[in-house]
């Protein structure tokens, strides 16, 4: 089973340039989640989805966008990038659970470290 | 909003000392997990334990949701066990401790 896939797992951009960050799960699961990961803060949700097609914001989703055109895959984009969102980046994936009540661990994939100079 | 602490924040051990890592949340929390972010940065998921007590190997935790606390005991300790130890819990919102980081020196 590969669960959460994270690629790429390194990336370096400049200032301004565009990416895709891409998660794929195989575990069927509803819900997936991008976090961030910076020194000194724990993960934070920046964007997530609790179904196909459903995008919703999480504490810090200001200059990313998601989306989730199908259910095994959620990305997460940069339209332009700064060096403020030079970061690690996780994904998540968990089995359904409304608004947070739920009672579902999450499988987080192996992250994707960014650069941005 | 709901605050979580983790005590201590940083933990030097002998390998084969014991020890014992804390989550205090400051309302109750659903779903609580335990991770470990090894040297490399993975993060591999240890217990789901929104309550009662579970033991793998050397690991065990046991969570008390009535009076909002966790606690991971390690045995043993190895140097495999260095990393960043996180909770982690939800209550409408996802609530993420700053973890506690452990090295374990040979």
């Known amino acids: 089973n590969a669960g959460v896939t994270q690629t790429p797992k390194f990336r370096v951009l400049k200032t301004g340039q565009s990416m895709t960050l891409l998660c794929a799960q195989d575990?069927?699961?509803?819900?997936m989640y991008w976090y961030r990961q910076d020194p000194g803060m724990g993960l934070r949700l920046i964007h997530y989805?609790?179904?196909?097609?459903?995008?919703a914001k999480g504490e810090v989703p200001d200059g990313y966008n998601v989306s989730r055109l199908k259910k095994q895959n959620f990305l997460l984009g940069l339209e332009s990038a700064a060096p403020s969102q030079t970061s690690v980046y996780f994904c998540?994936?968990?089995?359904?659970?409304?608004?947070?009540?739920?009672?579902?661990?999450?499988?987080f994939g192996d992250g994707t470290r960014l650069s941005i100079l | 909003g709901i605050q979580v602490e983790q005590s201590p924040p940083d933990l030097i051990l002998q390998e084969g000392a014991n020890s014992t890592l804390r989550c205090n949340f400051s309302d109750s929390v659903n779903n609580l997990q335990w991770f470990h972010q090894n040297p490399w940065g993975q993060l591999i998921n240890l217990f789901y334990?929104?309550?009662?007590?579970k033991q793998n190997g050397r690991l065990s935790a046991t969570t008390v949701a009535t009076e909002r606390y966790s606690l991971l005991y390690i045995s043993s300790s190895q140097t495999t066990d260095s990393g960043v130890y996180f909770c982690?819990?939800?209550?409408?919102?996802?609530?993420w401790g700053l973890g506690t980081s452990l090295a374990v020196n040979p």
């Open positions: 575990m069927n699961h509803e819900y």
């Open positions: 334990i929104p309550s009662g007590t």
């Open positions: 982690f819990g939800n209550n409408r919102k996802l609530i």
């Open positions: 989805s609790v179904g196909e097609g459903t995008t």
């Open positions: 998540a994936s968990s089995y359904s659970t409304p608004a947070f009540k739920g009672n579902q661990p999450q499988h």
